[in-house]
């Protein structure tokens, strides 16, 4: 010890503890604070009882004697912050040309353990350039991983320890697997396993092992947690697949525990994580062979619109591409669709040969989903919520091609549904506005010109006029009933039945305004003596592809009179609103997914109409 220093603690002034600590704190020896982090002794004045250290943070800091002797360690010219200011150049090549020297250095100077975020806090910028980091680091774990004297977790947040002996990362990988407790936790390091398979070239009997404790886990999991039982699964089957020599069991399989699952099977598969859900999908058809694609078909309106995509990817490399558009088209004009998929539809547009789905109906759909998620109280429907809101192209995209009738439709659709605030729905009209001037009026609360009738089958009227007197004489008045019930319960700010009683209420109010303006436009026919020299309405006309010759009949009916695959279509659509007026002989351009297709006018006759109700086109909307 110094004798000034030893002259102290003589005199009682300090400690001999600290009076050793402080003989290790020379003037320009190295130091750090548990607060103001590294630094080096400027100098010592032992007279007035002080020592002064420059921080990185605080230059020329004043301490006391023994405040510093308690709260300053010593840091020995090997620490990684000393060799940092004494040899830069010696870490920067180590970095470069020895990564498991600098990363044992670090280690060495924070007592054994280190997190990936103190090393990169460590080494960035000073020794690796800023921004290189995370390339740095991961070509340096080839080299350790090598090298075996360090364990590398998988998650940043864990420790990087050094080993007393080396370990294969083959062998590190497989000891990680067995001692984690958690089901999470083993099917994370069994992924891990799968995805560095090349770490057990030449050792894949170890995998054996392995294999076998998946199997058992899985067959406990099966039912308490279905979901990573096939997780588990899954990843055992890449792996025996990468390894054929492994023997994998046939005491329980993917298909085995889907069967077992049948009755709860979409829950089930929207639970199992996104980069496994495609390989169970696949196992459907070995599970239920004769109807796995109507089971999939099924899962489109109760799946996420994650699965979702992956059912569709499934599908159509099947060839159920035709199929698939039936599905979400019924589900459209139903108004059945969920806001999943239409979320779906609407971000993979164009894509999956489903563009000519993104039309005005869908936009309907939509509101219905909504306002159907907000009455169940469903969180998924925001997704789709904010996607109409975000996407500034979406309404347009949908609206584009819609005839100004049902422009004006869904402009009321709009202004009479609860999903949106009053400011968000005038920015979505004002988007509408756009492609359609003429419905400016209708937001600016103009006088509107009066509109024209809609042309409409008997049947069909029949049946929007029971829908409204359902609605005015049964629904409406028990919903009346219910919230009066309700409101007998107290505290309204508490009351759920209140509050979903009056959200019911804004559904049937709004259904009941756009049916009393849908009747008053009516205009019923059953399409007699219609004139058969132009397309009219109520005619069926017949024409040719001009490119491929093919003959296609098309029947034109009322506004609310549809089915597609009958090609009967209402007046109101693009292709109707073409084709009216159009004499034989006359060509006639319609819109497609990719260009325009050329129509050449055969001939129009008058429309069978008992013969098409009997299919039951009829009234449909």
Same mark, same amino acid.
């Given at each position: 010890?110094?004798a000034?220093?030893?002259?102290?603690?003589?005199?009682?002034?300090?400690?001999?503890?600290?009076?050793?600590?402080?003989?290790?704190?020379?003037?320009q020896?190295?130091?750090?604070?548990?607060?103001?982090?590294?630094?080096?002794?400027?100098?010592?004045?032992?007279?007035?009882?002080?020592?002064?250290?420059?921080?990185?943070?605080?230059?020329?800091?004043?301490?006391?004697?023994q405040?510093?002797?308690?709260?300053?360690?010593?840091?020995?010219?090997?620490?990684?912050?000393?060799?940092?200011i004494?040899?830069?150049?010696?870490?920067?090549?180590?970095a470069?040309?020895?990564?498991?020297?600098?990363?044992?250095?670090?280690?060495?100077?924070?007592?054994?353990?280190?997190?990936?975020?103190?090393?990169?806090?460590?080494?960035?910028?000073?020794?690796?350039?800023?921004?290189?980091?995370k390339?740095?680091?991961?070509?340096?774990?080839?080299?350790?991983?090598?090298?075996?004297?360090?364990?590398?977790?998988?998650?940043k947040?864990?420790?990087?320890?050094?080993?007393?002996?080396?370990l294969?990362?083959?062998?590190?990988?497989?000891?990680?697997?067995?001692?984690?407790?958690?089901?999470?936790?083993?099917?994370?390091?069994?992924?891990?396993?799968?995805?560095?398979?090349?770490?057990?070239?030449?050792?894949?009997?170890?995998?054996?092992?392995?294999?076998?404790?998946?199997?058992?886990?899985?067959?406990?999991?099966?039912?308490?947690?279905?979901?990573?039982a096939?997780?588990?699964?899954?990843?055992?089957?890449?792996?025996?697949?990468?390894?054929?020599?492994l023997?994998?069991?046939?005491?329980?399989?993917?298909?085995?525990?889907?069967?077992?699952?049948?009755?709860h099977?979409?829950?089930?598969?929207?639970?199992?994580?996104?980069?496994?859900?495609?390989?169970?999908?696949?196992?459907?058809?070995?599970?239920?062979?004769?109807?796995?694609?109507?089971?999939?078909?099924?899962?489109?309106q109760?799946?996420?619109?994650?699965?979702?995509?992956?059912?569709?990817?499934?599908?159509?490399?099947?060839?159920?591409?035709?199929r698939?558009?039936?599905?979400?088209?019924?589900?459209?004009?139903?108004?059945?669709?969920?806001?999943?998929?239409?979320?779906?539809?609407?971000?993979?547009?164009?894509?999956?040969?489903?563009?000519?789905?993104?039309?005005?109906?869908?936009?309907?759909?939509?509101?219905?989903?909504?306002?159907?998620?907000q009455?169940?109280?469903?969180?998924?429907?925001?997704?789709?919520?904010?996607?109409?809101?975000?996407?500034? #192209? @979406?309404?347009?995209d949908?609206?584009?091609? !819609?005839?100004?009738?049902?422009?004006?439709? &869904? $402009? /009321? *659709?709009?202004?009479?549904?609860?999903?949106?605030?009053e400011?968000?729905?005038?920015?979505l009209?004002?988007?509408?506005?756009?492609?359609?001037?003429?419905?400016?009026?209708?937001?600016?609360g103009?006088?509107?010109?009066?509109?024209?009738?809609?042309?409409?089958?008997?049947?069909?009227?029949?049946?929007?006029?029971?829908?409204?007197?359902?609605?005015?004489?049964?629904?409406?008045?028990?919903?009346?009933?219910?919230?009066?019930?309700?409101?007998?319960?107290? #505290? @309204?700010?508490?009351n759920?039945?209140?509050? !979903?009683?009056?959200?019911?209420?804004?559904? &049937? $109010? /709004? *259904?009941?305004?756009?049916?009393?303006?849908?009747?008053?436009?009516?205009?019923?026919?059953?399409?007699?003596?219609?004139?058969?020299?132009?397309?009219?309405?109520?005619?069926?006309?017949?024409?040719?592809?001009?490119?491929?010759?093919?003959?296609?009949?098309?029947?034109?009916?009322?506004?609310w009179?549809?089915?597609?695959?009958?090609?009967?279509?209402?007046?109101?659509?693009?292709?109707?609103?073409?084709?009216?007026?159009?004499?034989?002989?006359?060509?006639?351009? @319609?819109?497609?997914?990719?260009?325009t297709?050329?129509?050449?006018?055969i001939?129009?006759?008058?429309?069978?109409?008992?013969?098409?109700?009997?299919?039951?086109?009829?009234?449909?909307?």
């Amino acid at each position: 010890m110094e004798a000034d220093l030893q002259a102290l603690v003589d005199a009682g002034k300090l400690t001999a503890k600290a009076g050793t600590a402080l003989d290790q704190l020379k003037p320009q020896t190295f130091c750090l604070h548990k607060s103001w982090g590294f630094g080096r002794v400027n100098s010592w004045n032992l007279l007035l009882n002080q020592i002064v250290v420059d921080f990185q943070t605080k230059k020329s800091h004043q301490m006391q004697l023994q405040y510093a002797a308690e709260t300053l360690q010593p840091l020995s010219d090997n620490h990684i912050y000393v060799r940092k200011i004494l040899d830069s150049g010696g870490l920067k090549g180590l970095a470069t040309e020895d990564p498991v020297r600098l990363v044992l250095t670090v280690l060495e100077s924070f007592g054994g353990r280190v997190t990936q975020e103190q090393l990169q806090k460590t080494l960035d910028p000073e020794i690796v350039p800023n921004g290189e980091f995370k390339r740095w680091w991961d070509n340096s774990k080839k080299a350790l991983r090598k090298n075996g004297r360090l364990s590398l977790p998988a998650k940043k947040a864990e420790y990087i320890t050094m080993r007393d002996e080396s370990l294969s990362f083959g062998d590190e990988l497989i000891l990680s697997f067995q001692s984690a407790r958690q089901l999470k936790d083993q099917t994370t390091t069994l992924d891990h396993i799968s995805k560095n398979a090349d770490a057990f070239a030449g050792g894949e009997s170890k995998l054996q092992v392995v294999i076998d404790q998946v199997e058992e886990m899985a067959s406990r999991s099966q039912r308490l947690s279905p979901p990573q039982a096939l997780e588990l699964l899954v990843t055992r089957d890449e792996i025996c697949t990468r390894f054929p020599q492994l023997a994998k069991g046939v005491s329980i399989t993917i298909p085995q525990v889907l069967r077992e699952q049948e009755s709860h099977l979409g829950e089930v598969l929207s639970q199992i994580a996104s980069a496994k859900q495609r390989r169970v999908l696949a196992e459907l058809k070995v599970a239920f062979p004769d109807d796995w694609v109507s089971r999939c078909l099924a899962f489109l309106q109760t799946s996420s619109s994650r699965l979702i995509n992956e059912i569709v990817r499934v599908l159509v490399e099947e060839g159920h591409t035709e199929r698939l558009y039936q599905t979400f088209d019924r589900a459209i004009k139903e108004h059945s669709i969920s806001s999943e998929a239409i979320y779906w539809l609407a971000k993979e547009r164009g894509g999956h040969d489903f563009g000519n789905l993104l039309d005005s109906e869908l936009l309907t759909a939509a509101f219905s989903a909504l306002e159907r998620d907000q009455f169940n109280e469903n969180r998924r429907g925001s997704k789709l919520h904010d996607l109409l809101l975000e996407d500034r #192209d @979406l309404v347009p995209d949908l609206i584009i091609n !819609a005839p100004i009738p049902q422009a004006r439709d &869904l $402009m /009321r *659709r709009m202004l009479l549904t609860p999903s949106f605030e009053e400011l968000n729905k005038r920015s979505l009209m004002a988007r509408m506005i756009k492609i359609h001037p003429e419905l400016q009026s209708m937001l600016t609360g103009e006088q509107e010109e009066k509109e024209e009738a809609l042309i409409v089958s008997w049947s069909s009227l029949q049946k929007k006029k029971e829908e409204y007197d359902d609605l005015t004489s049964k629904k409406i008045p028990e919903n009346t009933k219910e919230i009066s019930i309700a409101r007998s319960y107290g #505290d @309204l700010r508490e009351n759920f039945e209140y509050k !979903a009683a009056k959200e019911m209420q804004t559904v &049937l $109010m /709004r *259904r009941k305004a756009e049916l009393e303006q849908m009747l008053a436009r009516a205009r019923g026919s059953n399409f007699d003596n219609v004139d058969t020299s132009i397309v009219s309405i109520g005619t069926a006309v017949t024409v040719r592809d001009e490119q491929s010759q093919e003959l296609i009949v098309y029947r034109i009916l009322g506004a609310w009179d549809s089915a597609p695959e009958k090609h009967i279509l209402s007046y109101l659509t693009a292709i109707g609103q073409s084709l009216l007026g159009k004499s034989p002989g006359e060509m006639v351009k @319609l819109p497609t997914e990719t260009g325009t297709r050329t129509l050449e006018v055969i001939s129009i006759e008058p429309f069978n109409l008992p013969e098409i109700e009997t299919v039951g086109a009829i009234g449909r909307e």
